[in-house]
């Protein structure tokens, strides 16, 4: 069994599902296109421009996130994932649109290799912050004075554009020892549009690795944010 199936147990009939961007994302998106084939009813919001195109090709209903309705589960993948199911996301570049739709989803499930379990996050040494183009200076200029050196994501020989129109940054860090300072720090600096630490959102990570899949499910009553996380339910 792969995780992008196992992922499928989180997915009723009728359900409204988060795709998320990359390639774990994309193996669920034809497991679920196989399910859809089947008869089952979804509508799906995708995370990036790229994933409504797979998912257009593969036949899963599509919606936008205009209604204001929460979303039952979103299933993405992550770059790190640390003990507390805290999460490094960006690698492919759809972060803001894959943290609004995490964070209106009850449930979101992220699927990963072992090798993205780490004991702290920043270990793999990369943190994404997307910012807008005008901004860029102050931006790279306000992280230097956080320690924090930055490289813009290259696109060919022309700076890589998000779906939103804005640049990619690549911060170089360590691990991070107070990741929630962290975030508050990045995210006041004007034209920070979003960073890629995802906390207190992912309700159930799946594990893969050879063949099996370990469920790892995020502690009872650490969500840091009551409004939303509260109402939140994971059910498989």
Not at 188 to 205: R, T
Request: glycine share 10%.
């Amino acid at each position: 069994m792969t995780a992008a199936d196992r992922a499928l147990d989180f997915v009723e009939d009728g359900a409204r599902v988060g795709l998320g961007t990359g390639h774990a994302a994309s193996a669920f998106a034809v497991a679920l296109s196989a399910r859809v084939r089947g008869g089952l009813h979804v509508v799906a919001v995708p995370t990036s421009e790229a994933t409504a195109a797979h998912a257009r090709e593969l036949g899963i209903p599509r919606t936008r996130r205009d209604d204001g309705e929460m979303l039952d589960v979103t299933v993405d993948g992550a770059d790190e994932v640390d003990p507390q199911l805290d999460l490094i996301k960006g690698y492919g570049g759809a972060l803001l649109r894959e943290k609004v739709v995490a964070d209106a989803s009850r449930c979101l499930v992220i699927l990963v290799g072992r090798e993205k379990l780490v004991p702290v996050l920043g270990t793999r040494g990369t943190l994404p912050v997307e910012v807008v183009p005008f901004a860029l200076p102050v931006c790279r200029r306000r992280l230097a004075d956080l320690g924090i050196g930055s490289s813009l994501r290259p696109d060919g020989d022309r700076p890589f554009l998000t779906d939103n129109g804005n640049y990619l940054l690549h911060c170089a860090v360590g691990p991070i020892a107070r990741p929630g300072l962290l975030l508050e720090q990045i995210r006041s600096i004007p034209g920070v549009v979003e960073v890629g630490l995802f906390l207190d959102l992912a309700d159930v990570v799946l594990v893969e690795e050879h063949g099996q899949v370990q469920v790892l499910r995020r502690a009872p009553g650490t969500r840091a944010t009551p409004l939303n996380r509260a109402s939140r339910e994971c059910h498989s």
